[in-house]
């Protein structure tokens, strides 16, 4: 009931049809689509939507995460841990989707919930850089994601 009385408001009051304007998203969105996947094309898509994903979440973040789950892969054994086990499966899943998925762009808001395990790993990987000073770690890695939104806000071409 509360669907159908907020559509039926936004039609009376905004002129806005849901099922015209949904039907014409979509088509536009089949548009776009890619419709021969050979190898080059899934090389070409899987990491250009790595890159749109890294560029999205901040590189430093997205920096820190790949190379400590890169770190924690290369130590896997019969007999891991969980912690391990999930870094690892961060990159297969990562991995999995560049190349497997068939996501052509818009990985910042399907990937969504890679966030929190990103923000895990990278966490981790900055504190083994800064043993020391955890605290110096959580400012660093604050530091260069603010400088990364800085820069991002300079020379995107944001409309």
Do not use: C
Not at 70 to 86: E, H, P
Not at 101 to 120: D, K, N, Q, S, Y
Not at 148 to 157: G, S
Request: no cysteine.
């Amino acid at each position: 009931m509360g669907f159908v009385a907020i559509t039926a408001s936004l039609f009376f009051l905004l002129n806005y049809n849901l099922l015209t304007n949904y039907l014409f998203i979509l088509s536009n969105h089949q548009t776009f689509k890619i419709t021969e996947w050979s190898i080059g094309t899934t090389i070409y898509v899987g990491w250009l939507d790595i890159l749109e994903f890294a560029l999205w979440v901040g590189l430093p973040l997205f920096s820190l995460s790949i190379f400590h789950a890169l770190r924690v892969f290369r130590k896997i054994t019969v007999q891991n841990d969980v912690y391990t086990l999930s870094a690892s499966a961060y990159l297969l899943v990562l991995f999995g989707l560049a190349f497997f998925g068939r996501t052509v762009a818009e990985t910042a808001r399907l990937w969504l919930f890679l966030t929190p395990l990103m923000v895990i790993f990278a966490g981790r990987e900055i504190t083994l850089i800064f043993r020391k000073s955890p605290w110096n770690a959580v400012m660093f890695l604050a530091l260069i994601q603010t400088v990364y939104t800085f820069v991002i806000k300079m020379w995107q071409d944001f409309l």
